[in-house]
């Protein structure tokens, strides 16, 4: 059974700091999401990861893949109110993707205070 | 911007009711999925739907679910008989194909059954 745990689960920092998430996951995959979500809403795509070595970056946001240590990460650089939300790390568990579901970490509770 | 959308946005029934929950996917699209996503918890696969049949289940989704794809645009999910801890919100997604791995989530369901 593909387990995804992300770490922290909770998280309250203050604008302006740097911090990063961390999903690890327990079988071969080489592709990871990063989704957020609002309080009552669905969930949006932040990030798609397809290989080992990916980096994407959006604003203030920037994902990570490392296929080999089974692992991903998201950093937060500078952070600002509008980023408090849920953050979840999902792995689809085959290469094929298409018709497999996803599998979520439990999500990363964010509070950004001013 | 092309988005898939859930109807109702909120359903509340009795227990043992039977529910349908109605999504329509992304027009171009090829695979459908159920999640859902208890108050405070992690999204959970529920079901993927590929080609008019199911491609694969997750032991969530038992004898009291099914699904359905009854014209060319709407994917349902139905519970024939909801019990308490089927509350939950229910999301559905859909997703271009092999090639394409970026799913789109609905805006979500909220069932509360009592």
């Known amino acids: 059974e593909l387990k995804v745990e992300q770490n922290p689960l909770f998280l309250s920092m203050q604008e302006g700091k740097n911090y990063t998430i961390y999903c690890n996951y327990s079988?071969?995959?080489?592709?990871l999401y990063w989704y957020r979500q609002d309080p009552g809403k669905s969930l949006e795509s932040l990030f798609v990861?397809?290989?080992?070595?990916a980096v994407k970056q959006e604003g203030r946001l920037m994902a990570s893949l490392d296929t080999k240590a089974r692992l991903s990460t998201l950093h937060i650089t500078a952070a600002v109110h509008d980023l408090s939300a849920t953050y979840f790390c999902?792995?689809?568990?085959?290469?094929?993707?298409?018709?497999?579901?996803?599998?979520f970490g439990k999500g990363t509770h964010l509070i950004i205070q001013p | 911007e092309p988005e898939v959308t859930q109807t109702p946005s909120h359903q509340v029934t009795q227990m043992g009711q039977e529910v349908i929950l109605r999504c329509v996917p992304i027009s171009n699209h090829l695979y459908f999925y159920w999640y859902r996503q208890i108050l405070g918890q992690k999204v959970e696969f529920l079901v993927s739907?590929?080609?008019?049949?199911?491609?694969?289940k997750s032991e969530i989704f038992d004898d009291q679910f099914s699904v359905e794809r009854p014209d060319g645009s709407n994917f349902t999910l139905k519970i024939r008989s909801t019990k308490l801890e089927d509350s939950a919100m229910y999301f559905c997604?859909?997703?271009?194909?092999?090639?394409?791995?970026?799913?789109?989530f609905g805006q979500g369901t909220r069932l509360t059954v009592v």
């Open positions: 999902a792995v689809d568990p085959t290469s094929g993707g298409g018709a497999d579901g996803l599998t």
């Open positions: 079988t071969t995959s080489d592709r």
């Open positions: 997604a859909s997703t271009a194909g092999e090639g394409s791995a970026e799913a789109f």
């Open positions: 739907f590929y080609n008019n049949e199911i491609s694969e």
């Open positions: 990861l397809l290989s080992n070595g």
